[in-house]
């Protein structure tokens, strides 16, 4: 006779099984939502005949002028056109790479009356990467797609990222992205789930066959940039990291689909904002073959040399999976430092690990000031990372005694199921992690063994009552933060990779 589980137990997992349902039942309400109002909407005829229509409350000819406090009410381009206008052909075999290159032109002498807007209608648009002008709108409409050409040759190189000093996987230039622009401002990718097509699987296929003498390029790069928005699309199969903003200010990316195989898809990051500051990601699904969302400031000496944070950036309302990589990092590549982060109302689920910050000697920098609150994990190998021993280096030219800081480290609201490892929290001697805080954590554990809240060089504290049971090396208060228990374990090391 099976032994029925005991009463707390069953109301365990009673509990998180109706909060997980709960959070999927609003997912899909909010995406059903969020479709019936682009449906619904009445619409506004752009471009004369052969125009497109826009669909969302905030249309498809306009642009942010303060994206992430409201500012101003959204400018219309006075002027659009149609991609068909200058030549293109939708049929997934003609390369349209001139016709996008003479719009962007087209566009680029309206700046001073506004810019303009490039519809992009229903049909499959092969291209070589081309660049994005300022003050632009490029909108594709449903089932309309942006193809990349499968052939290195039409990439264009460019030289290594000044804060990383190399290409990334190989010495030199790196290939640029398919859709690439620098020293822009107010610049809007939306459409009505539109999408952006890598075609990946060609770079793949070389890179795991070392048939590549350079870095593979991202699907979108906006470097040096202002004032930039992308909204109501899907990115798909990126040959590397798939939205890479770079050394940017006042970013929103909102209502995003973001897509790639989920194994055999390398570096496929989701989102890496790189040296960013003020910038608002919300909204979005992410499924991809490695990290969902990566926060970046540069690598080792060159990151720290180039001296621009990745700051003031509040990650919102998402669902992610990575089955190869976490959900949402910070780091490796922080060493111009990672601050005033807040990750909130978030579902990772199927992945390899939640959430993480990496890093490692020789890095330099700082991650501080960081928040993860409302983090749902449903079915990880582990749960909330802090690694410190992250160590690939560019070169040989870093300093071994950069030691990066971690500190101001909060989690709040961490609940979950089936997962394995919930916290695996590795500092070291020469790179403590200093005032973590975890409230109001509750993750059903698939793992029976002792040790499951791993700690090594770790100070900081548990307020209230948590499950699993903390590691010693934290400060124990109860609801109220009155100090209950003080730890004299904090350099206690308790890691098992094993598990």
Known sequence: MVEPLPITR????????????????????????????????SSLTLGGPGGLSSVFWWTATTTLTTTTSGGEFPRIRPVAFNLTDFGAVGDGVTVNTEAFERAVYAISKLS??????????????LTAPFNLTSYMTLFLAEDAEILAVQDEKLWPLLPP??????????????????????????????GNNGSINGQGVYWWKKYRSKLLNHTRGPLVQIMWSSDVVFANITLRD????TLHPYDCKNV?????????????????????????????????????????IAIKSGWDQYGTNYGRPSKNILIRNLIIRSMVSAGISIGSEMSGGVSNITVENILIWSSRRGVRIKTAPGRGGYVRDITFRN?????????IVIKTDYNEHPDGGFNPQAFPVLENINYTGIYGQGVRVPVRMQGSKEIPVKNVTFRDMSVGITYKKKHIFQCAYVQGRVIGTIFPAPCENLDRYDEQEQLVKHSDSQNATDIDYEI
């Open 10 to 41: 069953r109301r365990f997992l009673s509990s998180h099984r109706s909060l997980l349902t709960v959070f999927w039942i609003a997912a899909l309400l909010s995406f059903f939502i969020w479709q019936s109002r682009g449906r619904g909407a």
């Open 112 to 125: 001073k009356k506004g810019g303009g807007q490039l519809n992009v209608p229903p049909g499959k648009w």
């Open 161 to 190: 990222l000044p804060s990383y000093g190399y290409g990334r996987e190989h010495y030199g230039p790196r290939y640029g992205s398919f859709i690439h622009g620098q020293n822009l401002k107010d610049v809007v990718v939306t």
């Open 238 to 241: 990126s040959p590397f990291w």
């Open 252 to 292: 929103t990316i909102t209502n995003m689909t973001i897509l790639a195989p989920v194994f055999e898809a390398p570096n496929t990051d989701g989102i890496d904002p790189d040296s960013c500051e003020d910038m608002l990601i919300e909204n979005s699904y992410i499924s991809v073959g490695d990290d969902g």
């Open 375 to 383: 983090v749902t994990l449903d079915e990880l190998r582990v749960g």
